[in-house]
């Protein structure tokens, strides 16, 4: 049944926030580990209303309303400083498990819409579609956050070993 494959990805997409979550949190990451907090919680919420047949209220995530992550998402280079990328190899485990995040994220959204968009293309529950796109968005905004924090590390200690080899010299 389509809601029950919904609510499985779900599941799915909560023990991989929960995963993303720990690991921010273990590299001293707290401001990331926090709105994959606020992203769980909305998750949850989002099967709540699902499972009650209740409506789900808009909400901020990472402080940003729905529109400022349509806005953010889409122009990271205008508001990070970082372009649009894709995912490497090299890119560090947190940013690989925002990613996997992202793409359960994508998984639940495909779900909620056979779920709840019936076959004349009416759409029942556009609260639920919606919020999993801008919480897509948001993990997409982590993921831009993540490769400048890496990317000023990687240059900070180039400097540092720039500076150590000038001091042998």
Not at 38 to 61: F, I, N, T
Not at 112 to 125: E, K, L, N, T
Request: hydrophobic letters at 40%; glycine letters at 6%; proline letters at 4%.
């Amino acid at each position: 049944h389509p809601r029950i494959a919904f609510r499985g990805e779900m599941d799915t997409l909560q023990a991989l926030l929960l995963l993303a979550q720990k690991e921010a949190a273990q590299q001293g990451q707290s401001k990331i580990a926090r709105h994959l907090g606020e992203c769980l919680d909305y998750s949850r919420k989002m099967l709540s209303a699902d499972v009650l047949e209740e409506p789900l209220p808009e909400r901020k995530l990472g402080e940003m309303t729905p529109a400022e992550l349509r806005a953010h998402s889409h122009n990271p280079q205008k508001y990070y400083g970082q372009p649009h990328f894709m995912p490497d190899v090299s890119d560090g485990q947190t940013v690989l498990l925002l990613n996997r995040c992202r793409c359960a994220v994508r998984q639940g959204e495909l779900a909620a819409a056979r779920a709840f968009i019936d076959s004349d293309g009416v759409c029942h529950r556009g609260d639920i579609l919606k919020a999993l796109n801008r919480m897509s968005s948001m993990v997409y905004i982590l993921m831009i956050q993540q490769m400048k924090i890496s990317t000023f590390i990687l240059f900070r200690e180039k400097i540092q070993y720039a500076i150590m080899i000038r001091r042998i010299i």
